[in-house]
């Protein structure tokens, strides 16, 4: 074993956008700590988490932003997209209005951040089957037209959500080294 692997460490800044309630705090809570709030009314208290991911045979730091729920006064600070490498732009499969809302948080992205920052398109609550009304196919055609990855996740049954926040972190690592 090599004693120079903290000097390799990658830490990566990235964030969650999308609008209100459409699961931000749930996917990181899920991702990070594997738990769920069927309640939450509001965010669930931190700014950012870290976590570590193994990508062949390197630790990488992936630091994870929540917004504070300040989405809903849509005043989302420059301060928290400062420095972001990677970001989720989360919309609930069972919300239109959340799907629609996707291009205001990508021109929202692209003001205060880099224009290559490795952005993944999230349809979350893929458990809400009856209430669908986004189909899989309209977040694929949106993804793909905006060059962005895509997953639908579900915080709720846990499907993807781990493949999402991965598939930007290994990304990222693809990049910039
Ligand atoms: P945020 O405002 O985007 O951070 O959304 P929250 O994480 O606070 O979630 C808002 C509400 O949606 C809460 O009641 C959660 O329990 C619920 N929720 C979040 N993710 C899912 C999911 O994947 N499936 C279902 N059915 N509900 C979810
Ligand atoms: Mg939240």
């Given at each position: 074993y090599s004693q120079d692997d903290s000097a390799d460490d990658y830490l990566f800044k990235i964030v969650l956008i999308g609008d209100?309630?459409?699961g931000k705090s749930n996917l990181l809570a899920r991702f990070a700590r594997d738990e769920f709030y069927p309640?939450?009314?509001?965010?669930?208290?931190?700014e950012f988490q870290t976590q570590k991911i193994e990508i062949k045979g390197k630790e990488v730091k992936a630091q994870i932003w929540d917004t504070a729920g300040q989405e809903r006064f849509r005043a989302v600070t420059s301060a928290y997209y400062r420095g972001a490498v990677g970001a989720l732009l989360v919309y609930d499969i069972s919300r239109r209005q959340t799907f629609d809302s996707i291009g205001r948080w990508l021109n929202e992205l692209h003001t205060h951040s880099d224009m290559n920052v490795v952005s993944i398109l999230v349809g979350n609550k893929s458990d809400l089957k009856d209430g669908r009304e986004v189909s899989t196919d309209e977040g694929k055609s949106l993804a793909e037209s905006e060059g962005l990855f895509f997953m639908e996740t579900s915080a709720?049954?846990?499907?993807n959500v781990t493949a999402a926040f991965e598939t930007v972190v290994k990304e990222i690592y693809n990049i910039l080294s």
């Open positions: 209100s309630a459409v309640n939450s009314k509001s965010t669930i208290g931190v709720l049954d846990s499907s």
